[in-house]
Nanobody, 126 residues
Framework: DVQLQASGGGSVRTGGSLRLSCLAS????????IGWFRQAPGMERELVSC????????SYSDSVRGRFTSSSDNAKTTVYLQMNALKPEDTAVYYC???????????????????WGQGTQVTVSS
């Protein structure tokens, strides 16, 4: 079965770090782009990063660029999101998602992603 399992969330203080993992199974991992989204209470789900299946490059939202880094281990079909210098405004449920044929101009649109993980909670306190 197709699954994306997000894990690694937790509670940290401002300035702390967390590493999220997204374990993929049930589809051809190399053919899929992987996006990280987050959703805070009362807010729209927003793109954090997207790693392209075509060239492996990752783009980041302005709010996390320089603090978050995405990497992948193809053998383990796992994508990681290293989050450093966390701020309270990073508090959200973080989701990983995958899809094919995703181009940068459409990466922010949730509708282009076929599969979604269950999400993992990240809480950053002052």
């Amino acid at each position: 079965d197709v699954q994306l399992q997000a894990s690694g969330g937790g509670s940290v203080r401002t300035g702390g770090s967390l590493r999220l993992s997204c374990l993929a199974s049930g589809f051809t991992f190399d053919d899929h782009s992987i996006g990280w989204f987050r959703q805070a209470p009362g807010m729209e789900r927003e793109l954090v990063s997207c790693t392209s299946s075509s060239d492996g490059r990752t783009s980041y939202s302005d709010s996390v660029r320089g603090r978050f880094t995405s990497s992948s281990d193809n053998a383990k079909t796992t994508v990681y999101l290293q989050m450093n210098a966390l701020k309270p405004e990073d508090t959200a449920v973080y989701y990983c998602a995958s899809g094919t044929g995703i181009i940068q101009s459409m990466a922010r649109q949730t509708r282009v992603y076929t599969y979604w993980g269950q999400g993992t909670q990240v809480t950053v306190s002052s």
